[in-house]
Structure formats: structure tokens, C-alpha cells
């Protein structure tokens, strides 16, 4: 089973430059999530999902866009990278808001 | 003020100690409540529930105080193998509302 798999598990991006990171999830959840964790931080929610077509934003959305635009997919954009956004990049999936949540291996981003 | 607040870490424990973790919730409407593990460099991953009536899992209990607006971790007779990170979760029942996850309290057991 795959559950949740985030793409891609590693990528060092130049200041300004953009990249999209990719989460699929194929236990038919509702709501998916996007996390940052940074040291001494713990995780930090920058956008949610609590259906397709829907998103809204967490503590830290700024500098972020995100798209849900199949139930499966939750894509998290970076327009213009800053060095501020390098940091471990968790995307997660639940059947509701009150569940379980499931974890993908996580992406682990630097921004030169 | 954090919406989840968790004991300050590191935690270092011989192995066979008990060892007891709080958690500090500040919406009065959280209605679900986690605890989860995570180890180095890897993804979270749910450990147990935190129910009412307080629950237990082999060495493990978790409880819940509504009143106080707290949740307990205990470990009894630690493992090496119990070493990671315990994080806090809660989230309301309210639509739309995802889980917040505190920062979390690390464990490192010892021989």
C-alpha cells in the first residue's frame, strides 16, 4: 500500500527560483495537509484541504499557493524561493478533520 | 500564546523509568486529541488516541484533563526503542479545521 507519497524527497533550488512539490494519497481522504518542520518549531500548517476543489490557509501560508484540483492530488507551489523556506516539507492525509492522520516520507528542501 | 504547548525536552531516561509527558491546549472547543510519534528525520506517525475516560496501550496512557485543558503521556518501563519524539495533536470539530500539532517533547532512553 502506498499511502501518502510525496514527491520529490530531496531538491536544493536558487533564491528566486520556483517548484511545485507534488502529494498523492490513495486512501480516498478528504482532507489532505501541508506542514513545514524546522528545528526547535515543530510543524507548522501552511495550507489545508478538506475536499476537492478547496484549500485554505494555516499558521504560515505566506509564500505558498496550494491546489487541490483532483481529490487524490494536493499540490504545494513555492512562486520564488527564499532562504526562509528551506525546511522539511510534510504533506499528510485523513479521512476527516478529527482522525487519523497519514504521513508522507517528506521532502526535505534548501534554498541556496 | 502557542494553541498547543508541550513540555520543554530533552527527556533522559534510564531504561525501565517511567516518564510522563503533558500537553497544554488553549481552544476550549478542541475536541479530539492525539499523540503521536515521530523518529529522527522520519514522518509522524500516530501513536494513540487521547479519549474521555482516559485509555492505555501496553505501556502507554494517555489522558485527558477538559477541565485544565490538558493531555498526559506516561510511559511506564521505557525502552531504547522508545526513544523519538512525542508530539501533541488536537483539533476542533468545528468544518474545516485541521489538526495542530504542538512541538513536540523528545525522549532519549538510555542503557
Known amino acids: 500500500n502506498a499511502g501518502v507519497t510525496q514527491t520529490p524527497k530531496f531538491r536544493v533550488l536558487k533564491t528566486g527560483q520556483s517548484m511545485t512539490l507534488l502529494c498523492a494519497q490513495d486512501?480516498?481522504?478528504?482532507?489532505m495537509y501541508w506542514y513545514r518542520q524546522d528545528p526547535g518549531m515543530g510543524l507548522r500548517l501552511i495550507h489545508y484541504?478538506?475536499?476537492?476543489?478547496?484549500?485554505a490557509k494555516g499558521e504560515v501560508p505566506d509564500g505558498y499557493n496550494v491546489s487541490r484540483l483532483k481529490k487524490q492530488n494536493f499540490l504545494l507551489g513555492l512562486e520564488s524561493a527564499a532562504p526562509s523556506q528551506t525546511s522539511v516539507y510534510f504533506c499528510?492525509?485523513?479521512?476527516?478533520?478529527?482522525?487519523?492522520?497519514?504521513f508522507g516520507q517528506g521532502t526535505r528542501l534548501t534554498v541556496v | 500564546r502557542k494553541e498547543v504547548e508541550q513540555d520543554p525536552g530533552p527527556f533522559n531516561v534510564p531504561e525501565g523509568a517511567t516518564v510522563a509527558f503533558n500537553c497544554t491546549y488553549s481552544n476550549s472547543a478542541s475536541q479530539s486529541f492525539f499523540w503521536y510519534r515521530q523518529d529522527c528525520r522520519k514522518e509522524p506517525k500516530l501513536l494513540m488516541s487521547v479519549y474521555s475516560s482516559g485509555n492505555e496501550d501496553g505501556r502507554f496512557t494517555a489522558q485527558l484533563n477538559r477541565a485544565s485543558q490538558y493531555i498526559s503521556l506516561l510511559i511506564r518501563d521505557s525502552k531504547l526503542s522508545d526513544s523519538a519524539t512525542y508530539l501533541c495533536?488536537?483539533?476542533?470539530?468545528?468544518?474545516?479545521?485541521?489538526?495542530?500539532f504542538g512541538k513536540g517533547t523528545t525522549l532519549s532512553v538510555s542503557s
Open positions: 484541504s478538506v475536499g476537492e476543489g478547496t484549500t
Open positions: 499528510a492525509s485523513s479521512r476527516g478533520g478529527r482522525t487519523e492522520a497519514f
Open positions: 495533536v488536537v483539533t476542533t470539530n468545528q468544518a474545516g479545521t485541521a489538526l495542530i
Open positions: 486512501m480516498n481522504h478528504e482532507y
